[in-house]
């Protein structure tokens, strides 16, 4: 069921705040679909989603290798018969502002905060669709 990702209904948006491991999918170079475990927070006013990840990651590598309009992805999360899916075009951001509050976002949703690690990047999802049972 199609979403209104800017405006979502208190139960969809709960369910993205709620602790849940997530999968992001990114398409490698040959066009197949990489999917990783993550944590993704979901940012309905500015209508992005955030995970903060390595640099030297694959799935960062994929969005790279898409060139600088990013690539189209998903990031979806399940918790028995609820579902949510939020697509969009991430793109990778080195920006230290934007990482602080990636971080602060994920200390928030999964109640810790990560150690620093200078190799940290945010990945951006420019959303364009919100799906979901939740």
Known sequence: MARDLRNPESAYLSFWREYHLCTLTTPRPDGSPHVVAVGVTYDPEAGLARVITNKTSRKVANILAAGPD???????????????TLEGVATV??????????????????????????????????LTRAMGSA
């Open 70 to 84: 990013g690539a189209r992805v998903a990031a979806c999360q399940v918790d028995k018969g609820r579902w949510a």
């Open 93 to 126: 951001s080195t920006d230290p502002e934007r990482i602080a509050d990636a971080v602060r976002r994920y200390g928030e949703r999964y109640a810790r905060t990560p150690a620093f690690n200078p190799d940290r990047v945010v990945i951006e999802i420019a």
